[in-house]
């Protein structure tokens, strides 16, 4: 997908889009699920990552509102 592909789906916090890329952002040092229900962060702000793991990596958090780093079926999810 495209920037703007993933950008749209942020947009419309699609939740059929989760697992499959976090969007991080930088003006807060935080990453999210696509479906997360915070704010929606300027384009320049945003970055993408495959995984939760690779954006904690890059220096980043995890939301506490979508909770990324949590698994499917668990009860943080």
Known sequence: MTFDERYGVILSRD???DGQ???AVSS???YCRPSCPARTPRP???SFF???AAAHEAGYRA???CLPEA???SPEW
Do not use: D, E, L, Q
């Open 15 to 17: 939740p059929r889009f």
């Open 21 to 23: 890329f976090v969007m």
């Open 28 to 30: 807060t040092g935080i």
């Open 44 to 46: 320049s702000n945003v």
């Open 50 to 52: 495959a995984t939760s």
């Open 63 to 65: 939301c506490k509102r």
């Open 71 to 73: 698994a499917p079926g």
